[in-house]
């Protein structure tokens, strides 16, 4: 199915810095999600947004559905080592089960 | 916690030689899916069940069967695994289908073939 445009592909940063990363798309979408995996694990859901304008925070993770509905970022503040691993945003329009696109993944490296 | 559980975690098999991998929910949902992901790809939708109804992807081969019982049991069979069947393999489950029901999920299987 389609991708999303998602940046950055990787990202290394020292512990304690802020982190960001976004998904963009020439589509509209009804909801954003952003998910993280572990190594070796399935996606963890961390934030569902569902309204274009949305911000929603989840600890140290904070998330924006676009205003145009083609775009959300996800910043992660005061990094930490465990927030290694790979970030994928998605998205959900329509009806169906392949009306789900992921982006290609932000793999975030945490140096301590 | 409700959540959606895969078994078993690793797999392997040699070539040709069918495996079944296996997922179960106490989420209650409609919808379960199964997604396959390779190194550190987003995952690739291979076919879902909406209730009983099964749904094929059009590029699933044929290799891949699924399975669900019951609501809260779905199985991936492969019939034939290759090579380029080794992966990582996802269950996902959703309340129902519309654009608003995220999808959770499992710890995945992890597929050797040797």
């Known amino acids: 199915g389609q991708q999303l445009n998602q940046s950055p592909q990787s990202m290394f940063i020292q512990e304690g810095e802020d982190v960001s990363m976004n998904c963009t798309s020439s589509s509209i979408f009804n909801t954003w999600l952003w998910y993280k995996q572990d190594p070796g694990e399935g996606p963890v859901l961390l934030i569902a947004l569902y309204k274009a304008g949305e911000l929603t925070s989840n600890g140290r993770l904070t998330a924006q559905f676009g205003i145009t509905r083609k775009d959300s970022f996800l910043n992660i503040s005061a990094s930490i080592p465990s927030d290694v691993g790979i970030y994928f945003c998605a998205a959900l329009r329509g009806t169906g089960a392949n009306n789900l696109f992921f982006g290609t993944g932000t793999r975030l490296t945490v140096i301590p | 916690d409700a959540m959606v559980i895969q078994n078993p975690r690793y797999q392997v098999t040699q070539f040709g030689k069918p495996v079944t991998l296996s997922c179960s929910q106490t989420?209650?949902?409609?919808?379960m899916y199964w997604y396959q992901q390779k190194s550190s790809q987003a995952p690739k939708l291979l076919f879902h069940y909406y209730d009983k109804d099964f749904n094929n992807e059009a590029d699933t081969p044929d290799n891949f069967q699924s399975r669900r019982p019951n609501t809260s049991f779905c199985f991936l069979d492969i019939r034939s695994p290759g090579l380029g069947d080794a992966a990582m393999y996802l269950c996902?489950?959703?309340?129902?289908?519309?654009?608003?029901?995220?999808?959770?999920f499992g710890p995945g299987t992890r597929l050797t073939v040797l």
């Open positions: 996902a489950t959703s309340r129902d289908r519309i654009s608003t029901d995220t999808q959770y």
């Open positions: 989420l209650n949902h409609n919808v």
